[in-house]
Structure formats: structure tokens, C-alpha cells
């Protein structure tokens, strides 16, 4: 069975600090597909960046960087120099060749002070 | 390029009644699935259409039935509405292929009094 872990209920920052969110993934599937999304209070889910399972480089973009780990099943990601516009709901998700279906966390709660 | 609507916004119904919600890809976009977003919680996914047809399903009772029209747009139905359906139900869409990117409709918020 497929399943996403994301710890993390809720985080409070100030802004400018850098946070990570985790998340950690299940699969026997060999290939994947693990996805960040963020749900701002108007409710829609936008899609931030999507990773595939041969595809263990880590990226960045602008404040945004992830960090994969297969050996640890992880897919972390991080907000650096948080802005007050973060504050949102972060999903991890994952499809896999098997469950054909995205699979989302319980999504991390950030709340970015000024 | 419009991106993915979904109507309506909001919309209130009592206990037993039916509703349809509706959904119209993005662009070039001919794959939909509904997903189920309790408060507090991850979207559940529902189903997956493709070709008009019902592709993949999740764990939901057969009160939830679907449809895609020859234009991709898609509707959900829910018949005998529970207190338990009230969410966001979300729509998104993507080109075929296991690993394209789903981009999400605004989602409708029913509420079931």
C-alpha cells in the first residue's frame, strides 16, 4: 500500500527564518512520482514541483529548494528566509505505478508571522 | 490558457438530497479526477475519468458517480446526502501518462445540513 507521512501538524515562524517541511513516503513500487502542492487559504491546490523516482537531485527554486532521499524515503522541503504570503497548508503526495492514484498526506500547516 | 473551474463555489443542500458539481479541465487536458477534502485533511481521491470513462476509483460508496463529456469537462454526482459528505471536493486534470502533474480546480464547498 501506498501512504505519505507529514509529521508536522502545524509550524510558526517568524518571518525571514528558514523552515523545513518533512515528509516521508511507502511504497514497494520501484517507480514513483513524489509532489509538493500548497493550499492557501482561498483553497486551491497549486502544484509546486514534482520528483521521480530515478531522479534523486535535489532542486532549488528561488526560496524553494527539496531535498529526496530514497534511502530514507523522504522528500523534504524548504522555505528559506519565510515570507508572511507562505503561510498555507503543504501537501506531499505520491502515484505510483501501482496505485495509478495520488495519494496525499495529512498536509503541515505554516504559519509565517511578522 | 484558463486553468482548471470548477462551479459551483459554494452550495448548501439538507440530508438525502442529490447534488452535481462540475469541472472543466485546463487546456489540453483530457484526464480529470475528484477528490474529497474533509477539514483539517488530505484530499481522498474518488475516481479518474479518461476517454468518458470511469478509469480508477477510490474507497467511496456508490452514491458517487461521475461523468466526462466528449469535451473532457466532468461532473460528480453525490445521491442521499450524509452530514459526513460536507467538504471541499476538488477537481484536477492532466495529459495522459502516470507521472503529468495534476493542476487543481478551486475546489466547491458543499455543506450537508
Known amino acids: 500500500a501506498q501512504k505519505v507521512t507529514q509529521a508536522q501538524t502545524e509550524i510558526s515562524v517568524v518571518e525571514k527564518e528558514d523552515v523545513t517541511l518533512d515528509c516521508v513516503y511507502e511504497?514497494?513500487?520501484?517507480?514513483?512520482?513524489l509532489f509538493w502542492y500548497k493550499q492557501p487559504p482561498s483553497g486551491e491546490l497549486v502544484f509546486l514541483i514534482r520528483r521521480n523516482s530515478f531522479d534523486e537531485q535535489n532542486e532549488i527554486s528561488g526560496r524553494y529548494s527539496w531535498n529526496f532521499q530514497k534511502s530514507t524515503s523522504s522528500f523534504n522541503f524548504t522555505i528559506t528566509a519565510s515570507q508572511v504570503v507562505d503561510s498555507a497548508v503543504y501537501f506531499c503526495a505520491l502515484i505510483t505505478d501501482y496505485g495509478q492514484n495520488f495519494v496525499f498526506g495529512p498536509g503541515t500547516r505554516l504559519s509565517v508571522l511578522p | 490558457d484558463a486553468g482548471v473551474t470548477q462551479s459551483p463555489t459554494h452550495l448548501i443542500k439538507t440530508r438525502g438530497q442529490q447534488v452535481t458539481l462540475r469541472c472543466s479541465p485546463k487546456?489540453?487536458?483530457?484526464?480529470v479526477s475528484w477528490y474529497q477534502q474533509a477539514l483539517g485533511q488530505g484530499p481522498q481521491f474518488i475516481f479518474q475519468y479518461y476517454e468518458e470513462e470511469e478509469r480508477q476509483r477510490g474507497n467511496f460508496p456508490d452514491r458517487f458517480s461521475g461523468h466526462q463529456f466528449p469535451n473532457y469537462s466532468s461532473e460528480l454526482n453525490v445521491n442521499a446526502l450524509l452530514l459526513g459528505d460536507s467538504a471541499l471536493y476538488l477537481c484536477?486534470?492532466?495529459?495522459?501518462?502516470?507521472?503529468?502533474?495534476?493542476?487543481f480546480g478551486p475546489g466547491t464547498r458543499l455543506t450537508v445540513l
Open positions: 484536477a486534470s492532466r495529459q495522459p501518462g502516470l507521472g503529468n502533474t495534476q493542476y
Open positions: 487546456s489540453g487536458h483530457d484526464t
Open positions: 511504497t514497494r513500487d520501484t517507480t514513483y512520482y
